[in-house]
């Protein structure tokens, strides 16, 4: 495979970036090749030690996305980072959608359980008016107190989805470092 070819190729895979970054990668990547031929190499053996344009965009198109979730911390960037990690190999379908999956669900949990504990007094009142018959006091000191705790829990939640996201940033950074055989992300 030729320089020509490698790039034309490399461009195809990378259509999904937007233009100026991909004319940024194309950009570098001929360079790279000239200086390769500089050193005496053929456009061939560079072109074979980068590897499969379709891997190499792979790799690129994982690291695009996790630097756009540090720089804008969305979930779709998350899950776009996410998926493109996925992408690299089928074996990170299980080492990063499984704990991703977990993490999610765990999250979930808890803002549930906070939210539920915070507008609890909301439903006592609620459950007063439509059964009056049964209002108890228990149940508004009860449900007061589930407030609290509610507020609590929505504030550490709070701190752990940051924490699950800067801690599964990295995770994934280690992941496509491991996939690309130890090169530096």
Known sequence: MNKKEFLSDLERQLRKLPKDEKEDILQDYEEY???GVEQG??????AES?????????????NFHI??????????HMFRAVWAVIGLGFVNLLLVLGPFL?????????????IAGGISP????????????????????????????GLFISIGMYYATVGVKNGFLRYLKFNVYIVKGG???
């Open 33 to 35: 090749f000239l200086m």
């Open 41 to 46: 190499k053929t456009e061939g053996q560079i």
């Open 50 to 62: 980068l590897g499969s344009p379709k891997q190499l965009s792979k790799e690129l198109l994982a």
């Open 67 to 76: 630097e756009k979730m540090e720089v804008t911390s969305s979930t779709r």
């Open 102 to 114: 977990v993490i999610l669900a765990l999250l979930a949990a808890g803002w549930i359980a906070g």
């Open 122 to 149: 909301l439903l006592v009142f609620a459950n007063a008016i439509v059964y009056p018959e049964i209002f108890e006091w228990f149940d508004v000191f009860f449900s007061i107190g589930l407030c609290g705790l």
């Open 183 to 185: 090169k530096p992300v």
